[in-house]
Protein backbone atom coordinates (compact mmCIF):
# COMPACT_ATOMS: atom_id res chain seq x y z
CA UNK A 1 0.00 0.00 0.00
CA UNK A 2 1.37 3.19 -1.31
CA UNK A 3 1.22 5.93 2.06
CA UNK A 4 2.15 9.59 0.90
CA UNK A 5 2.80 12.26 3.51
CA UNK A 6 3.60 15.98 3.03
CA UNK A 7 4.91 18.61 5.01
CA UNK A 8 7.13 22.07 5.17
CA UNK A 9 3.80 23.93 4.91
CA UNK A 10 2.76 26.66 6.55
CA UNK A 11 2.16 31.01 6.36
CA UNK A 12 4.89 33.02 4.24
CA UNK A 13 4.58 36.72 2.81
CA UNK A 14 3.85 37.43 -0.82
CA UNK A 15 7.18 36.84 -2.11
CA UNK A 16 8.57 34.52 -0.02
CA UNK A 17 9.87 30.95 -0.51
CA UNK A 18 8.50 27.60 0.68
CA UNK A 19 9.94 24.18 0.26
CA UNK A 20 6.75 21.36 0.64
CA UNK A 21 8.49 18.18 0.67
CA UNK A 22 6.89 14.39 -0.19
CA UNK A 23 7.79 10.99 1.55
CA UNK A 24 6.95 8.18 -0.14
CA UNK A 25 6.53 4.64 0.89
CA UNK A 26 5.00 1.12 0.05
CA UNK A 27 6.11 0.23 -3.34
CA UNK A 28 9.28 1.27 -5.73
CA UNK A 29 8.38 4.42 -7.49
CA UNK A 30 10.95 4.01 -10.34
CA UNK A 31 8.44 3.43 -12.86
CA UNK A 32 5.67 6.21 -11.52
CA UNK A 33 5.03 9.57 -12.23
CA UNK A 34 4.70 11.53 -8.90
CA UNK A 35 2.74 14.95 -8.84
CA UNK A 36 1.73 17.66 -7.29
CA UNK A 37 -1.29 19.26 -6.82
CA UNK A 38 -3.15 22.13 -4.98
CA UNK A 39 -6.72 23.37 -3.71
CA UNK A 40 -7.90 26.39 -2.70
CA UNK A 41 -11.30 26.74 -0.96
CA UNK A 42 -14.41 26.40 -3.04
CA UNK A 43 -12.00 25.31 -5.89
CA UNK A 44 -11.59 22.36 -8.09
CA UNK A 45 -7.82 20.48 -7.55
CA UNK A 46 -5.13 22.01 -9.41
CA UNK A 47 -2.34 20.80 -11.03
CA UNK A 48 0.60 22.46 -10.11
CA UNK A 49 3.79 20.00 -10.99
CA UNK A 50 4.63 16.22 -11.59
CA UNK A 51 8.39 14.51 -12.53
CA UNK A 52 9.26 11.47 -13.67
CA UNK A 53 10.56 8.80 -10.74
CA UNK A 54 13.18 7.08 -13.25
CA UNK A 55 14.35 10.41 -15.51
CA UNK A 56 14.15 13.07 -13.64
CA UNK A 57 11.25 14.69 -16.45
CA UNK A 58 9.72 17.48 -15.37
CA UNK A 59 6.25 19.32 -15.99
CA UNK A 60 4.34 22.89 -15.13
CA UNK A 61 1.56 24.17 -14.99
CA UNK A 62 1.67 27.32 -16.74
CA UNK A 63 0.35 29.28 -13.45
CA UNK A 64 3.91 28.60 -11.50
CA UNK A 65 6.41 27.76 -14.37
CA UNK A 66 9.75 30.08 -13.24
CA UNK A 67 8.52 29.90 -9.48
CA UNK A 68 8.34 26.26 -8.68
CA UNK A 69 10.51 23.49 -9.03
CA UNK A 70 9.71 19.80 -8.29
CA UNK A 71 12.67 17.39 -7.75
CA UNK A 72 13.67 14.28 -6.09
CA UNK A 73 15.57 12.45 -3.79
CA UNK A 74 15.81 8.47 -5.08
CA UNK A 75 17.30 7.36 -2.19
CA UNK A 76 15.40 9.13 0.53
CA UNK A 77 12.31 8.53 -1.43
CA UNK A 78 11.32 11.92 -1.39
CA UNK A 79 10.07 14.31 -3.76
CA UNK A 80 10.44 17.96 -3.12
CA UNK A 81 8.04 21.32 -4.59
CA UNK A 82 10.38 24.39 -3.94
CA UNK A 83 8.03 27.38 -4.46
CA UNK A 84 9.95 30.68 -4.66
CA UNK A 85 8.25 34.38 -5.35
CA UNK A 86 4.80 33.76 -4.13
CA UNK A 87 1.97 35.22 -4.68
CA UNK A 88 -1.32 34.92 -2.50
CA UNK A 89 -3.09 33.13 -5.34
CA UNK A 90 -0.79 30.50 -4.21
CA UNK A 91 -2.70 29.85 -1.03
CA UNK A 92 -3.77 26.51 -1.13
CA UNK A 93 -3.60 22.81 0.06
CA UNK A 94 -0.99 21.20 -1.30
CA UNK A 95 -0.78 17.22 -2.41
CA UNK A 96 1.59 14.67 -3.79
CA UNK A 97 -0.21 12.03 -5.54
CA UNK A 98 1.00 8.95 -7.40
CA UNK A 99 0.41 8.17 -11.29
CA UNK A 100 1.72 5.04 -13.49
CA UNK A 101 1.51 7.88 -16.84
CA UNK A 102 2.40 11.62 -17.06
CA UNK A 103 -0.66 13.83 -16.33
CA UNK A 104 -1.80 16.62 -15.28
CA UNK A 105 -5.44 15.14 -14.60
CA UNK A 106 -5.76 14.57 -10.64
CA UNK A 107 -7.85 11.27 -12.15
CA UNK A 108 -4.65 9.71 -13.56
CA UNK A 109 -3.08 9.69 -9.94
CA UNK A 110 -4.41 6.61 -8.05
CA UNK A 111 -2.48 7.74 -4.75
CA UNK A 112 -2.70 10.90 -2.42
CA UNK A 113 -1.04 12.54 0.58
CA UNK A 114 -3.17 14.08 3.45
CA UNK A 115 -2.28 17.77 2.25
CA UNK A 116 -0.27 20.52 3.75
CA UNK A 117 -1.56 24.14 3.69
CA UNK A 118 0.13 26.93 2.32
CA UNK A 119 -0.90 30.33 2.56
CA UNK A 120 0.57 33.53 1.31
CA UNK A 121 -0.79 36.80 3.04
CA UNK A 122 -0.22 39.94 0.72
Known amino acids: QVTLVESGGGVVQAGGSLRLSCAASGRTFSSYIMGWFRQAPGKEREFVAH????????YYANSVKGRFTISRDNAENKVYLQMSDLKPEDTAVYFC???????????????WGQGTQVTVSS
Open 51 to 58: ITWSSGFT
Open 97 to 111: AVARYPSYSANTYSS
